[in-house]
T-cell receptor, first 113, second 113 residues
């Protein structure tokens, strides 16, 4: 199957700082990628749809100015958590579509102190 | 709205069959998926089924779809301790596969030796 990577796998930051998470499709081109958030022992919640070369589409309740998404190439989407707060601590997972199937990255665990 | 429901926990003995159930609300969903998540890891696609199919078998995995009742199940034959994980059911809402997925809460499968 197709491979999606994320970097970093784990990050700890101080409140008020910004953190960038990268999502790469390694062996396919993804015009669309998706960003999900998962709280402990809970399901994945779709945050936004990242579209190559255009603005991301955010789900209801997700602040677009707080979670900045950039999809500058067919293999890379980035999610920047701006002015992070402890409540932003979570597991962030991206996915890309290849042959009508979603492939997920390994996730990035963010801890905001 | 779109909603996917799963039971939260299932415990079986090694060698038994496991059946994980899922219900969904969007009758126009084209694809339905089963993903596996091991602790601290991303999601692994196990299998998927098109909405015009009733059953799909892939080695130890059997997916049954009752479109009338909007019920999906995953049967794992000869369950092994390595099958212990969280299993997510997901639907791709709408009649076209946009890649957006709606996930259930996840079923934690515990396999006892």
């Amino acid at each position: 199957g197709a491979v999606v990577s994320q970097h970093p796998s784990r990050v700890i930051c101080k409140s008020g700082t910004s953190v960038k998470i990268e999502c790469r499709s390694l062996d396919f081109q993804a015009t669309t990628m998706f960003w999900y958030r998962q709280f402990p022992k809970q399901s994945l919640m779709l945050m936004a749809t990242s579209n190559e070369g255009s603005k991301a589409t955010y789900e209801q309740g997700v602040e677009k100015d707080k979670f900045l998404i950039n999809h500058a190439s067919l293999t890379l989407s980035t999610l920047t958590v701006t002015s992070a707060h402890p409540e932003d601590s979570s597991f962030y997972i991206c996915s890309g579509t290849s042959q009508e199937t979603q492939y997920f990255g390994p996730g990035t665990r963010l801890l905001v102190l | 709205g779109e909603d996917v429901e799963q039971s939260l926990f299932l415990s079986v003995r090694e060698g038994d069959s496991s059946v994980i159930n899922c219900t969904y609300t969007d009758s126009s969903s084209t694809y339905l998926y089963w993903y596996k998540q091991e602790p601290g890891a991303g999601l692994q696609l196990l299998t998927y089924i098109f909405s015009n199919m009733d059953m799909k078998q892939d080695q130890r995995l059997t997916v049954l779809l009752n479109k009338k009742d909007k019920h999906l199940s995953l049967r794992i034959a000869d369950t092994q301790t390595g099958d212990s994980a969280i299993y997510f059911c997901a639907e791709s809402p709408g009649s076209s596969n946009t890649g957006k997925l709606i996930f259930g809460q996840g079923t934690t499968l515990q396999v006892k030796p």
